[in-house]
């Protein structure tokens, strides 16, 4: 792998992170590019120029037949081919936010048994039934094989969604999540470091406050916060405080699941 990784960056069509997600792998020390997905889905073997995908964040085609899911269909019936090739081929794919639910819509997680077309979870609409944005508080869980989240204990990250709330009615399906380490990350309260159960430590009343989740691999991660929204110390809400306290970061604590998606690729 070369010393800056290729990353290609699917934009259009109501996404609208595309500069931050940018500027994010690339301070991270990859080398990004933006593709809008009409283009990719006129050439879908374009994928295979890169060593990692990621979805971002905003409100594809508007959210109107739900988060994600014109996208996702979109991608499964134009790309199914190149985009299970480059799966199969042990390649790095990041979703956030709307990106983690095109993911989820897609199959792509939990991605169980090698089928990455099935969806098998659901992201719904919030408990408290409005679009939420205000900064939560996550636990990286140390069994789970998720590159993007190796090494990292706590985070506090910005949420910005309408729905986020992970569901599903198959308990099974709950229990091999749980079981195989797919859970990468969880709202906690940040007093007691548990997992959390209510608005607004956890903003949409997540299963078993999930905030993202991989497949079996670790390679596939999707999540609703934005870590592309705490790349510089000075993004977090309390950072005056943080610099007189003398407990500002280098850097935005977002930056580390890019460095750590980086270090793989290289």
């Given at each position: 792998m070369s010393a800056k990784p290729p990353v290609l960056i699917i934009t259009g069509y109501g996404l609208n992170c595309e500069a931050e997600s940018k500027h994010?792998?690339?301070?991270?020390?990859?080398?990004?590019?933006?593709?809008?997905?009409?283009?990719?889905?006129?050439?879908?073997?374009?994928?295979?120029?890169?060593a990692a995908l990621m979805f971002i964040g905003g409100f594809s085609?508007?959210?109107?037949?739900?988060?994600?899911?014109?996208?996702?269909?979109?991608?499964?019936?134009?790309?199914?081919?190149?985009?299970?090739?480059?799966v199969a081929?042990?390649?790095?794919?990041?979703?956030?936010?709307?990106?983690?639910?095109?993911?989820v819509k897609l199959g792509l997680i939990p991605g169980?048994?090698?089928?990455?077309?099935?969806?098998?979870?659901?992201?719904?609409?919030?408990?408290?039934?409005?679009?939420?944005?205000?900064?939560?508080?996550?636990r990286f869980?140390?069994?789970?094989?998720?590159?993007?989240?190796?090494?990292?204990?706590?985070?506090?990250?910005?949420?910005?969604?309408?729905?986020g709330k992970i569901f599903t009615l198959d308990k099974a399906l709950v229990e091999r999540i749980e079981a195989e380490g797919c859970v990468a990350c969880r709202y906690i309260d940040p007093a007691t470091g548990e997992p959390a159960t209510a608005y607004p430590?956890?903003?949409?009343?997540?299963?078993?406050?999930?905030?993202?989740?991989?497949d079996p691999t670790g390679r596939i991660f999707g999540l609703m916060p934005h870590p592309e929204a705490y790349l510089h110390a000075d993004n977090h809400p309390l950072a005056v405080r943080q610099r007189i306290d003398g407990v500002l970061p280098e850097h935005g604590r977002g930056l580390e699941i890019f460095r750590n998606a980086v270090r793989h690729l290289c």
């Open positions: 994010a792998w690339e301070l991270a020390g990859a080398a990004p590019q933006l593709v809008h997905l009409s283009d990719l889905l006129e050439k879908p073997a374009r994928l295979h120029d890169f085609f508007g959210d109107h037949m739900g988060s994600g899911h014109v996208f996702a269909s979109r991608v499964r019936h134009r790309m199914r081919e190149d985009l299970g090739r480059f081929d042990g390649k790095l794919i990041l979703g956030v936010c709307n990106g983690f639910q095109i993911m169980f048994d090698g089928d990455v077309f099935t969806q098998k979870l659901s992201l719904m609409q919030n408990d408290v039934g409005t679009f939420r944005n205000l900064w939560v508080t996550l869980e140390p069994k789970s094989p998720c590159v993007f989240t190796r090494g990292l204990d706590r985070m506090p990250l910005p949420v910005r969604h309408g729905e430590e956890n903003p949409n009343g997540s299963l078993h406050a999930i905030a993202g989740l991989c």
